[in-house]
């Protein structure tokens, strides 16, 4: 049974960072790529950052580029995605997405897991 757990979400104010992560269980980690989607409330999802099973390549929503950066540690499972000079906009609840292919995806349809959520809330 495959499994995802976020952590690290939380509040802070614009201009600041928060590193998120994500540790997955029940399949073999290195073989797939990860996925980091966001949801704000009343919006439909949006991709945000992908990374390689092996983490050698990375693909980011242009919303993000520059300031978020997406990595991932197979030894310990777990993905991260770290976000800095957060804006307003950035409010969403986050989720780790696992997917069914070893290259990095912006399609949600390429994602066969997905974990709970974590919020994300940045005050201006």
């Known amino acids: 049974q495959v499994q995802l757990v976020e952590s690290g979400g939380g509040l802070v104010q614009a201009g600041g960072s928060l590193r998120l992560s994500c540790a997955a269980s029940g399949r073999t980690f290195s073989r797939y790529a990860m996925g980091w989607f966001r949801q704000a409330p009343g919006k439909e999802s949006e991709f945000v950052a992908s990374i390689s099973g092996s983490g050698a390549g990375t693909y980011y929503s242009d919303s993000v580029k520059g300031r978020f950066t997406i990595s991932r540690d197979n030894a310990k499972n777990t993905v991260y995605l770290q976000m800095n000079s957060l804006k307003p906009e950035d409010t969403a609840v986050y989720y780790c997405?696992?997917?069914?292919?070893?290259?990095?995806?912006?399609?949600?349809?390429?994602?066969?897991?997905w974990g709970q959520g974590t919020q994300v809330t940045v005050s201006s």
């Open positions: 997405a696992s997917a069914s292919v070893a290259y990095t995806s912006a399609n949600h349809l390429q994602y066969a897991y």
